[in-house]
């Protein structure tokens, strides 16, 4: 299994960045697939997951800002990230797990990609 991001870069505030996600390896009728960041000496925490029936949940800190989609076609998963603020910095990694249900969890997830950065400038 195979997930790579690419997307990330550095905005400045108010800005958007698209990420995606290209997976590889698997097929699985069930599962989650998700964003989660981590900046600088803090714990990775989950910013948006989608899970095999199409529902999606955001955290509280990027919803109304952020959109998590897929393309099945392409084995892509895309986060549209718009009105950027500093505090959205951090490194970027998406994940998937072969199983419904908690898409939030980090723990929970399998597979990883080796994440992008995210900068966002005031």
């Known amino acids: 299994v195979q997930l790579v991001e690419s997307g990330g870069g550095s905005v400045q505030a108010g800005g958007s960045l698209r990420l995606s996600c290209e997976t590889s390896g698997y097929t699985y009728s069930r599962y989650c697939m998700g964003w989660f960041r981590q900046a600088p000496g803090k714990e990775r925490e989950g910013v948006a997951s989608?899970?095999?029936?199409?529902?999606?949940g955001y955290a509280h800190s990027v919803k109304g800002r952020f959109t998590i989609s897929q393309d099945n076609a392409k084995n892509t998963l895309y986060l549209q990230m718009n009105s950027l603020k500093p505090e959205d910095t951090a490194m970027y990694y998406c994940?998937?797990?072969?199983?419904?249900?908690?898409?939030?969890?980090?723990?929970?997830?399998?597979?990883w990609g080796q994440g992008t950065q995210v900068t966002v400038s005031s």
């Open positions: 989608i899970d095999s029936d199409g529902s999606t």
């Open positions: 994940a998937t797990k072969p199983r419904r249900g908690l898409c939030e969890r980090p723990n929970l997830y399998n597979y």
